[in-house]
């Protein structure tokens, strides 16, 4: 099952060993079914528990977290996410953007026979996309209104936490709101180095927060979920 | 999520057993094989001449179940009556069909195709396109008793997912390889660059995959770039491209950020050779003046899906020699064609937009001088029923599908066709014919050309044994 069980399957099977559930030690038949069917050996995919959360969750929670706003109030969203796979309401085929037996080839969820079905829709320019979409987040805002872009965030407002030069406390509101407290050392570091680099001006906080949004956004903590 | 329990007890069970139970568990013997595959590999591309010049094959995807028998025909008076009768509404209008001959097919029998087809009519005429008449998904051959008694027969008939998973990897959905990549893995040695030697203008699909050779997609302008680790002021600051690229430079906290990480890589690392490759070659633009459909419809191929995705694989096609590829697979695929309603009204659309793409996609072959080293082959999950429910037709399984290229023996019908009738002895049901060629020979005559010798043919579609030769389409 594993080359390397944990102490606490050991432990279930072993005492399955001394009691099969009916006051009889030694069943090895009820050992056999218990190192088979214990959750450890069934379960676990590489790395655990989790998934690769989908485009269009991708971009609802960075609207409600951050607080975006749609300048039309109609969150002109419709195409935005067709480059990175899932135009929303609008799977190519009856079978959704992406099926729930499929089993990414050449990964180790192959080699483990899992499935992991958000993969469907990743490949090399879907992957491009979503960055790109995640840069225009960052930015002025997707969808387009006929004169400007309709869903946006107003990031001289976010930015203003960072007005007094406290770096950290916008990786941290990042980090809570986007990324649930997941944020890696190497994620944070690339945040406040980036936003360091930004000398000061006027627009210096909304561009640090731009900066640091983008990141987050484009970094393999926020796609994924464990 | 949870690990999938069929796969997990498949690989804990013992090989041995897996291995006794003929062509159904082709996910065991599958694997042993394919541990030597690699090793194997650059070995098997000496060995199979792959010094020679440059192929692609290239795979035109019908998503949907295409009803082919509307494509091919009978125009004999007896077999002409036969289909009209089992059609019904579905028949298509003698005066809309265009005459091509008995195609080798048995004395006085003669086919047609829809007038919507002309442009792929053509290319029969010219001999560069050739029909493969009544291929289906098969693990071995059956007859009607075995159907009917459930013997031997495909998992899963009849389900769009596990059929095109079928068709392309002759394993139902969740199958790890497909047909196409495990040719590649043999193939890609002869390759300078072989992250471009299955590639994808389509999406997703496990055609193209294999133990080594991995899916390569590009879009219908070419690659996409990541804006965003170009260096420049981007988001705000120019410290972030740098800052980007080192986060997506990283293996990942678990599974889903190390293998979501490793397409971005794999993405970062070929877009800027990729776009230089194709900027290098010729741009052959989609003509956007509208072509008149017969049914008066205009077609405007520079718009149309599957005529871009044909122009992106022409563009690489172009560009491979200059990048040193010498063997290549592609797909492109086209969707609506599961006509259970509106069929009359859908097909002929559908059947101009493929056969204007084609044509237009094998004339830039010819004028690029590559036609003698491309070829396209159509497939689907399945054919349709003869019969009609009302105002369509539902699943069937054999259909006929077409080879075009200059390598092909063509202005022939390869196979057998049936009798197009309802209540033959190949029908299962409501028209549902039972294939006469099983998709793992049409595969093999596409590998052969290819490059493939009998045993990395045997090794890269694994039930080929259970039948006995292929077909000639090239």
């Known amino acids: 099952m594993t080359s390397q069980p944990s102490p606490a399957y050991v432990a279930r099977v072993a005492a399955v060993f001394n009691n099969n559930g009916n006051g009889v030690r030694g069943d090895l038949a009820a050992v056999v079914r218990a190192i088979l069917l214990d959750d450890e050996a069934r379960g676990a995919p590489p790395g655990g528990f989790g998934k690769l959360r989908e485009p269009v969750l991708r971009v609802t929670h960075w609207a409600r977290a951050i607080g975006a706003h749609s300048v039309s109030g109609s969150w002109l969203l419709t195409w935005e996410l067709e480059t990175s796979g899932q135009r929303a309401l609008a799977s190519p085929t009856v079978f959704n953007h992406y099926r729930p037996g499929y089993v990414p ?91 360091a680099a930004i000398p000061d001006s006027t627009t210096a906080a909304s561009n640090r927060a731009r900066a640091a949004t983008f990141l987050v956004l484009a970094s393999p903590e926020y796609v994924s979920q464990p | 999520m949870t690990a999938n329990r069929r796969a997990f007890f498949r690989a804990s069970a013992g090989l041995a057993a897996a291995a006794a139970a003929p062509g159904l568990r082709l996910h065991v013997p599958l694997a042993m094989g394919l541990a030597g595959l690699g090793a194997l590999a650059s070995q098997r591309a000496q060995g199979a001449g792959i010094q020679d010049g440059y192929k692609a094959l290239v795979c035109l995807y019908l998503a949907g179940g295409s009803d082919s028998h509307n494509w091919l025909l009978p125009t004999d008076t007896a077999n002409r009556a036969s289909y009209a009768t089992a059609r019904g509404e579905l028949a298509w209008p003698t005066d809309r069909v265009q005459d091509i001959g008995n195609g080798g097919q048995a004395s006085g029998r003669s086919f047609g195709m829809p007038v919507e087809l002309a442009p792929l009519r053509n290319w029969y005429t010219q001999g560069k396109l050739g029909w493969l008449a009544n291929v289906g998904t098969l693990v071995r051959p059956v007859s009607k008793a075995d159907f009917q008694a459930g ?138 003046a509208p072509i008149t459909l017969p049914a008066g419809t205009p077609l405007a191929l520079a718009n149309d899906a599957l005529a871009r995705q044909l122009r992106i694989v022409a563009r690489m096609i172009a560009a491979g020699p200059a990048m040193g590829m010498k063997r290549q697979v592609f797909m492109v695929s086209v969707g609506g064609f599961d006509s259970h309603s509106f069929q009359m009204r859908d097909q002929p659309l559908l059947m101009g937009r493929v056969a204007h793409a084609v044509d237009w996609f094998l004339q830039t072959m010819q004028a690029q001088g590559q036609l003698n080293n491309v070829l396209l082959f159509s497939a689907s999950d399945f054919g349709r029923g003869l019969a009609s429910n009302g105002d369509g037709c539902d699943h069937g399984w054999g259909s006929h599908h077409f080879v075009a290229g200059g390598s092909v023996q063509g202005g022939h019908i390869h196979g057998s066709m049936p009798v197009t009738a309802l209540g033959t002895a190949d029908d299962l049901g409501a028209g549902r014919l039972l294939p006469s060629t099983a998709v793992t020979q049409y ?32």
């Open chain 2, 151 to 288: 013997l031997g027969l495909p998992a899963k008939l009849f389900s769009h997912n596990d059929q095109a998973a079928t068709w392309q990897s002759l394993q139902p959905e969740g199958a790890p390889t497909g047909w196409g990549g495990r040719m590649g893995d043999i193939l890609m040695a002869a390759n300078q660059r072989p992250v471009f030697t299955a590639v994808s203008a389509s999406g997703n699909a496990v055609f193209l995959s294999g133990s080594n050779v991995t899916q390569y997609q590009v879009g219908t302008n070419g690659p996409v770039a990541i804006n965003g680790a170009q260096d420049g002021w981007r988001a705000g600051s120019s410290a972030v491209p740098g800052e980007l690229r080192k986060l997506l430079a990283g293996s990942g906290a678990n599974a889903f950020e190390a293998e979501y990480l490793r397409v971005v890589q794999r993405s970062l690392a070929t877009s800027g050779t990729l776009q230089a490759a194709l900027d290098a070659g010729p741009a052959l633009d989609l003509p956007s």
């Open chain 1, 105 to 195: 080839p050449n990964t180790s969820f192959a080699a483990m026979g899992s499935t992991a079905p958000e993969f469907q829709i990743v490949n090399e320019s879907s992957v491009a996309a979503w960055i790109n979409t995640a840069e225009a987040m960052a930015g002025s805002g997707l969808g387009w209104t006929g004169s400007t872009n309709d869903v946006k965030v107003d990031y001289a407002a976010l930015g203003s936490s960072v007005a007094d030069g406290s770096l950290h406390r916008l990786a941290d509101q990042l980090d809570l709101l986007l990324l649930s407290g997941r944020m890696s050392a190497a994620l944070r570091s690339g945040v406040l180095d980036a936003m």
């Open chain 2, 443 to 474: 595969a093999a005559s596409l590998g052969g050309w290819m490059g493939l010798g009998a045993s990395d043919l045997a090794a890269a579609l694994p039930n080929l044994g259970s039948f006995s030769g292929a077909p000639a389409l090239v």
